[in-house]
């Protein structure tokens, strides 16, 4: 505020206005506080402002004591306030804006929406604070700089940055004390020790930054309490706060979550650091898939995007192709990904040791688990604790960004964490012997919980033999099919990887039951594509144990999942290799129920003869030695073949006896499919 502007003529007004009253010259008045006439001018004029000594004294001569001398000391506050705002306006402290941010525009923009002050009224918009949070490499710190570099104009009285180094390992990070201190100390505040303590040091803050429109970025803040803290002493401030912690913070903080880049993004990231090399000729697109794949094997992570392009750059005989070998084996992929001078598993390894000793623990129980989805239920089967104890593990991973959410009530791991403390250093990722006996545990859980879920879908089909096989102490009830399909559902990216797992991991056995009882899910909610792959490896498991039994039951329902996905031919040919394998075990039951199925695919085939001769066969052997259920399937079978053959009084007749089994079984929803059938004969 410049001298003479506002408050200058208020103060020089009214001394006109009192020397007026008590009819005294300027000259006179000088003469009582002696002082030059010319000062009682030049005031009263508002060309020069007045000091609290000169007001103190015209008060006295006025008796008006404190009126003049209060408006001097709010003159002389805005003048102080003017100076230390120039002095700041010079000043930023912003860490180097990166000259290209890829990936981040969406992000950028929201930070910036919500941050920037209202312009057509002068006033801060309700949010003044920003968390920036994600894991360890994700670009926090460059987002920071970015969105406070657009903000800048928005800040003329200054920008602060301050780095608190919370996750730092060869020492603690900053206390509140040390970070107000180190404010102070950027604002060319006197004193500011913070041997005066936090309440000092707050208040002197807040003098410090009073009226004064200022951006402040601080940089690796670990947790809310500091947060808090330091937002109090910056009340008029807007604040962007970058943490690898999901803190606790009011409503009305914009938080940003941070994930990986998209693939093109992470591609132009490497291209663009990696250069001409990575570049190739122009219009020439062979380079591509190849560094789709460097950055796929880099987690898509702006560090490890950064450290492997770096080390390309710099090391002219390091060929993609190098780069592509160095980074298949999960085993050695994060000490790969590095430049000599720093790499990713370093810097994991800095966050891993930061947290505490359950976490970590936890952290290497949880990466046991094969699929992309873990649960309170899975993950309490391998912390070996209750699903509530396990809710608040996986919470407290989630505000440390170890893992992420994946859907309602699900979390999963980031790619890095979860390859660092499965292929990490010793004494963070399991023994194989302890990482065996989870896995038994876990794939335990899942096949009996997966057979509580058949009963309920599909009761009247025949159950294996688990006696050997522990129930779940935890796992979920199901008191309807309905409940048991959406388990299932929830569980549906993890079953290949279960399988693959129990499969590659020797639980042959396991493996085959677990498919068996994904049958009537699969079935259900027709799923064809998926229920394939799955009985494929269960195929697999089946002739690994050399057991002809399960062969025939994997091989006859991976042959039904075949026709039901438009394959009837290959599906054909595992119904034949299912019955050789029946016979092979000498179960005459399997074999009827493989030539059934049979005969389903040769109907699909339009083969109608041998659809009809394969399945009257089964038809033939259930009703002698088969369950009422089995008849009435196959009946329905053999009545739409029938249909084809143009015999209606056969295919009404089968329909008709179909219906009343069905009825008799209590399975109302197959008995009006019949009904419906022979109403469209």
């Given at each position: ?28 008045l000088a003469g009582k506080i002696f002082r030059d006439h010319s000062r009682i001018s030049r005031l009263e ?90 894991i360890a490499g994700i670009g926090k710190t460059a987002l920071a700089a970015v969105a406070a570099d657009r ?370 899910y699969f079935y259900t909610t027709m799923r064809w594509a998926s229920w394939v792959p799955v009985f494929r ?145």
């Amino acid at each position: 505020m410049g001298v003479g502007d506002v408050t200058e003529p208020t103060f020089g007004s009214l001394l006109r206005k009192l020397r007026e009253e008590t009819g005294m010259s300027q000259r006179a008045l000088a003469g009582k506080i002696f002082r030059d006439h010319s000062r009682i001018s030049r005031l009263e004029s508002g060309d020069i402002a007045p000091t609290v000594e000169y007001a103190t004294l015209l008060d006295e001569v006025f008796g008006t004591a404190p009126t003049l001398t209060a408006i001097a000391r709010e003159v002389e506050a805005g003048a102080q306030q003017a100076r230390r705002r120039k002095s700041i306006g010079r000043r930023s402290e912003l860490p180097p804006v990166p000259a290209n941010l890829l990936g981040r525009s969406t992000e950028v923009a929201a930070i910036v929406d919500r941050l920037r002050p209202d312009t057509a009224s002068g006033s801060a918009r309700s949010v003044r604070v920003c968390l920036i949070y994600g894991i360890a490499g994700i670009g926090k710190t460059a987002l920071a700089a970015v969105a406070a570099d657009r903000l800048r104009e928005y800040f003329p009285d200054g920008q602060l940055y301050l780095d608190l180094y919370g996750y730092a390992t060869n020492g603690p990070g900053m206390s509140v004390e040390e970070a107000l201190e180190a404010l102070l100390i950027q604002l060319d505040a006197p004193g500011g020790s913070r041997r005066a303590g936090r309440s000092k040091l707050v208040a002197d803050l807040r003098t410090q930054v009073s009226e004064l429109r200022l951006l402040v970025v601080l940089e690796n803040v670990p947790d809310a309490e500091q947060v808090r803290l330091l937002t109090s002493a910056l009340p008029g401030s807007t604040v962007i706060v970058t943490s690898r912690s999901r803190l606790t913070a009011p409503d009305e903080v914009c938080r940003v979550a941070l994930g990986v880049l998209p693939f093109e993004d992470a591609e132009d990231l490497f291209r663009l650091i990696a250069g001409p090399r990575a570049n190739g000729a122009p219009g020439d697109g062979t380079l591509r898939p190849q560094i789709r794949n460097i950055v796929r094997m880099c987690y898509r992570l702006p560090l490890g995007i950064h450290l492997i392009a770096t080390r390309f750059r710099d090391n002219t005989t390091f060929t993609l192709d190098d780069i592509e070998s160095a980074l298949t084996s999960k085993d050695t992929r994060l000490d790969e990904i590095g430049n000599g001078e720093q790499s990713l598993a370093e810097v994991l390894a800095a966050s891993h040791a930061l947290l505490p000793e359950r976490e970590r623990s936890a952290l290497a129980g949880l990466s046991v688990h094969p699929g992309v989805r873990i649960n309170r239920y899975s993950a309490a089967v391998l912390l070996e604790t209750s699903p509530r104890e396990a809710d608040g593990v996986l919470n407290s991973l989630l505000r440390s960004s170890m893992v992420a959410d994946h859907s309602s009530g699900a979390y999963e791991f980031h790619d890095p964490i979860r390859d660092f403390v499965r292929h990490g250093p010793v004494g963070v990722v399991l023994t194989d012997r302890e990482r065996r006996r989870l896995l038994h545990v876990l794939f335990n859980y899942y096949l009996s919980t997966a057979a509580a879920a058949e009963l309920q879908i599909s009761p009247h089909r025949i159950q294996l033999d688990l006696s050997g096989v522990p129930e779940s102490r935890f796992g979920p009830v199901f008191d309807s099919a309905q409940a048991a399909l959406r388990w299932i559902g929830t569980e549906q990216e993890n079953l290949l990887p279960l399988c693959r797992e129990m499969l590659n991991r020797d639980f042959a056995e396991t493996c085959w039951q677990f498919c068996y009882y994904l049958r009537g899910y699969f079935y259900t909610t027709m799923r064809w594509a998926s229920w394939v792959p799955v009985f494929r490896l269960g195929v697999q498991a089946a002739v690994k144990l050399g057991q002809r039994g399960p062969e025939g039951l994997m091989l006859n329902n991976l042959g039904l999942a075949l026709a039901e996905s438009g394959e009837p031919d290959e599906a054909a040919r595992y119904h034949l290799a299912a019955q050789a394998a029946f016979e092979a075990a000498g179960d005459r039951p399997g074999q009827a129920v493989a030539e059934g199925h049979y005969g389903w695919a040769q109907y699909l085939r339009r083969d109608y003869g041998e659809a009809y001769r394969s399945t009257a066969k089964a038809l033939s052997f259930f009703r002698a030695n088969g369950t009422d259920w089995h008849v009435a399937t196959t009946l329905e079978s053999l009545a739409h073949i029938a249909g084809k053959c143009d015999d209606k009084e056969q295919a009404a007749a089968c329909f008709r006896e179909a219906g009343r089994i069905f009825r008799e079984l209590a399975l109302s929803g197959d008995a009006a499919r019949m009904e419906d059938q022979l109403r469209a004969l």
